[in-house]
């Protein structure tokens, strides 16, 4: 029962450098998301797809990529990583949308640091 | 703009009932979410109310007034383990997810 599955749990980065977060799941959703969370704010939404092959942006995508080329796989990719994005990463999924199915599946985080 | 308005934190007694409320201002509304945060862990799911009214799940429930933009959660029986964030999020006319900050409850003996 593996659900949502983030890789890595932990990262350290150096400003300017390049990295890849990786979301999977096994519960053949449609929708995937990802989201950072910051301390005093809200979940916001960086960068969303609708099924594979499809990306759309969210509310803070500046700075981020992303690509959803398996339906199970939605990766999110820094290109040249800054101290702002020293956050924490929650991938999400839903077989549709949230508002018809009522919840969001996520995976466990990814806490990233930019020094 | 669209905003999400939740007490920061709050302090309840073991065994007692404690109620967060939110209040939002969305475009349009598609319905309001409860989730549940541990330190360091992911969100999961609480409720969903689209319609006004009290849902009752157990120990806890969570009441939507939509013409008051107003929802609260109730947490009956307070145990140590409730001890967590809890954030509310409305799903605006977009569906997209509006979230609040969140409110750290801190159960006491």
């Known amino acids: 029962n593996a659900g949502v599955t983030q890789t890595p749990k932990f990262r350290v980065l150096k400003t300017g450098q390049s990295m890849t977060l990786l979301c999977a799941q096994d519960m053949n959703h449609e929708y995937m998301y990802w989201y950072r969370q910051d301390p005093g704010m809200g979940l916001r939404l960086i960068h969303y797809s609708v099924g594979e092959g499809t990306t759309a942006k969210g509310e803070v995508p500046d700075g981020y990529n992303v690509s959803r080329l398996k339906k199970q796989n939605f990766l999110l990719g820094l290109e040249s990583a800054a101290p702002s994005q020293t956050s924490v990463y929650f991938c999400?999924?839903?077989?549709?949308?949230?508002?018809?199915?009522?919840?969001?599946?996520f995976g466990e985080g990814s806490r990233l640091t930019v020094l | 703009g669209q905003n999400i308005d939740q007490p920061t934190e709050m302090t309840a007694t073991e065994g007692a009932i404690v109620q967060i409320n939110c209040t939002y201002q969305?475009?349009?509304?598609?319905?309001l979410f409860w989730y549940q945060q541990h330190a360091g862990e992911a969100p999961t799911f609480l409720s969903y109310n689209v319609l006004d009214g009290l849902e009752e799940k157990g120990r806890f429930s969570s009441f939507l007034s939509r013409s008051k933009g107003y929802s609260y959660l109730l947490l009956k029986e307070l145990q140590m383990k409730d001890s967590a964030s809890y954030l509310c999020?409305?799903?605006?006319?977009?569906?997209?997810?509006?979230w609040g900050a969140g409110t750290k409850l801190i159960i006491k003996p």
């Open positions: 969305t475009s349009g509304f598609n319905g």
């Open positions: 999020a409305v799903m605006d006319s977009n569906y997209q997810l509006i």
């Open positions: 999400a999924s839903t077989p549709g949308l949230a508002g018809e199915t009522g919840e969001l599946f």
